[in-house]
């Protein structure tokens, strides 16, 4: 693998998605290329960035509320119908 | 039709403890696909109550957290985009690598710095903007892989489309996401160091200026313009990577 081949497919090594051959073929680059390892690391950092500020915010509790009852009404007209 | 009803009167299983747990994450997204509270809660709703319905629909052992957001994905198609469908133009040629860069030039002491951050003082607020900003079909693979932690092949399954195609997606996605974050924090300042300096695309050659008689080499200076679209933290180096324009959706492929 070369520095080229590694920006291409950097996110996907990252998701852990490249299979298991390429994605040692990546490992050992980064092993032996500084430019890459620090790449990696950028990218690494921003993803965990992204993913700490859109934090997944609580449903509104009238949400949970609403799906519970929707759920109980449909279960009702169910059971009615039996 | 064998549905939620059947399965709990036969086998004792609890619908709401099964889909509940799953209820922040959908609204979540929800939030991000319709971007307004209300319609958001009426899409939960109704992909719970689908959901529910269509439980004969689910093949155990397959993930069930993906199976309620391809129904959720389903409903939005059929209730909101109708409504409001405008294709997306995007000019890919210019999204181009620049993220690294300022990182490099920016803040290098950054990678050996774990707690610092390039953009630390950015709020959430302009983050998930950011991210909305995208165009739908790229903000939702950024979001299920990014967010949600599916893999491609669930989100291949979310999105009724190739593995190659979410590849592509995740691909121009991100690179679109980490553009638009450069450009806030340029605009609001975020970047502690550095000059904006005119971003260089295949597209954008530099035109042989007619020089004024006199004039020296300073002419040469490629000064930024207003309104200049490509005008990013860059710095004054060739890009050494640019995207292949040209590139089929369904390239990418795992081994």
Same mark, same amino acid.
């Given at each position: 693998m070369i520095c080229y081949d590694v920006k291409r497919v950097i996110y996907f090594f990252l998701d852990? @998605? =490249?299979? &298991?051959? /390429? @994605? /040692?073929d990546f490992t050992s680059h980064l092993n032996l290329c500084g430019d890459c390892e620090r790449r990696a690391a950028i990218q690494s950092r921003l993803r965990q960035f992204v993913k700490k500020r859109m934090h997944i915010d609580p449903a509104p509790e009238h949400l949970k509320r609403r799906l519970a009852r929707a759920v109980r009404a449909f279960r009702a007209e169910w059971s009615a119908s039996q | 039709m064998k549905s939620a009803e059947v399965h709990e009167h036969e086998q004792g299983?609890?619908?709401e403890k099964a889909a509940m747990p799953y209820v922040d994450s959908l609204y979540n997204t929800a939030y991000r696909m319709t971007r307004n509270s209300e319609d958001a809660e009426d899409l939960v709703q109704e992909t719970y109550l689908k959901a529910y319905k269509y439980y004969d629909k689910f093949e155990e052992g397959t993930n069930f957290k993906a199976w309620l957001f391809k129904i959720m994905k389903n409903t939005f198609i059929n209730n909101y985009r109708k409504k409001k469908l405008s294709p997306h133009k995007i000019d890919f040629s210019e999204i181009e690598e620049s993220y690294e860069r300022v990182i490099q030039k920016n803040a290098p002491d950054l990678i050996k710095d774990p707690e610092s951050e390039i953009f630390q003082d950015m709020m959430d607020e302009d983050v998930k903007r950011s991210l909305d900003s995208l165009p739908h079909d790229y903000k939702m693979v950024? =979001? !299920?892989?990014d967010i949600e932690g599916f893999s491609y092949k669930e989100i291949a399954e979310i999105l009724d489309c190739p593995v190659g195609t979410v590849m592509s997606r995740l691909y121009r996605g991100r /690179?679109?996401? &980490?553009?638009t974050? !450069? &450009?806030y924090a340029k605009k609001y300042g975020y970047i502690r160091s550095g000059e904006p300096v005119k971003m260089r695309s295949r597209k954008d050659e530099v035109k042989p200026k007619k020089r004024a008689p006199g004039e020296g080499d300073a002419a040469e200076v490629h000064e930024p313009e207003d309104g200049d679209e490509t005008v990013l933290f860059a710095d004054d180096e060739e890009f050494e990577f640019e995207l292949e324009e040209e590139r089929e959706e369904e390239e990418f492929q795992i081994e």
């Open positions: 852990g @998605q =490249l299979g &298991e051959n /390429k @994605q /040692k | 299983w609890d619908f950024v =979001l !299920l892989a /690179k679109m996401l &980490e553009r974050l !450069l &450009e």
